[in-house]
C-alpha cells in the first residue's frame, strides 16, 4: 500500500519545545483540566475568544461544528454548533504573559487563525471519525509512540520538537493516544490554508 502523507504538512517554524512545556505548566497553574461540562473526554484550555466575550470559549463552543458518520449505516451527521472561528482575534489576559502569546503572535504573522486551543487526549482514548470545516494547525508539547493522528487511513505520530504541523481535517480523520500519559497538543484552526 502506498502511504500518502500529504495530509501532513511539516512547516518551516519551530518552537522551543522547553519553552512550551514551561508554558503549559503555567496555564495550569491558572486554569486545570477538567474536561468540559456535557462533552464526554474532550479537554479544552482556550488562548483566544472573541473579543470582549469570555462566553465565547465556553461549553460547546470550546469544540465547534464537525461531522461524523455514528453508526454502520454511514449515514453523515452533523453534530455541535457553527463556530465563526475568524472572530477569535482575541488572546485570553490571563495567559498574555506566557509563551503561548509569542508563539500565536507569530502564528497570527504567518497564517490566518481562528480558535487557538490547549488540548487534551488522556491516556488510553480516541476522539470519533469525524471531519472539520477547516486544516487544523498542531504544535505537540508532550507526546508518545502511541499517540497517532489518522487521516483518511494513513496515521502518522507527530513528535513533541517544537515543529509546527497542519493537518487536513477536512478529510476523515480521528486522534488517539494509545500512551499512558497525556498527549496535549497546541492546536489552531487554520482559515487561509489550501491543500494540493
Given at each position: 500500500m502506498d502511504l500518502n502523507f500529504k495530509d501532513f504538512q511539516k512547516q518551516d517554524i519551530k518552537f522551543d519545545i522547553n519553552e512550551l512545556?514551561?508554558?503549559y505548566e503555567e496555564i495550569l497553574k491558572i486554569k486545570d483540566f477538567t474536561g468540559l461540562k456535557g462533552i464526554s473526554n474532550f479537554g479544552a484550555i482556550s488562548l483566544t475568544q472573541i473579543p470582549g466575550d469570555p462566553d465565547s470559549i465556553k461549553g460547546h463552543k470550546a469544540r465547534g461544528i464537525f461531522?461524523?458518520?455514528p453508526d454502520k449505516s454511514g449515514k453523515e451527521v452533523i453534530r455541535?454548533?457553527?463556530i465563526?472561528?475568524?472572530a477569535y482575534t482575541e488572546f485570553i489576559e490571563d495567559y498574555k504573559k506566557t509563551y503561548f502569546k509569542e508563539v500565536f503572535d507569530i502564528l497570527s504573522s504567518k497564517f490566518k487563525l481562528g480558535r487557538v486551543r490547549i488540548l487534551l487526549?488522556?491516556?488510553r482514548s480516541t476522539l470519533s471519525w469525524h471531519r472539520d470545516p477547516e486544516p487544523r494547525l498542531h504544535i505537540p508539547i508532550i507526546t508518545n509512540p502511541g499517540s497517532i493522528m489518522v487521516i483518511d487511513n494513513v496515521a502518522k505520530h507527530l513528535p513533541a520538537d517544537g515543529s509546527v504541523w497542519i493537518t487536513n481535517n477536512t478529510k476523515y480523520h480521528n486522534a488517539f493516544n494509545g500512551g499512558e500519559e497525556n498527549?496535549?497538543?497546541l492546536v489552531a484552526?487554520?482559515?487561509d490554508y489550501k491543500f494540493n
Open positions: 512545556l514551561k508554558a461531522w461524523t458518520k455541535d454548533q457553527k465563526n472561528e475568524a487526549k488522556e491516556p498527549r496535549i497538543h484552526c487554520v482559515l
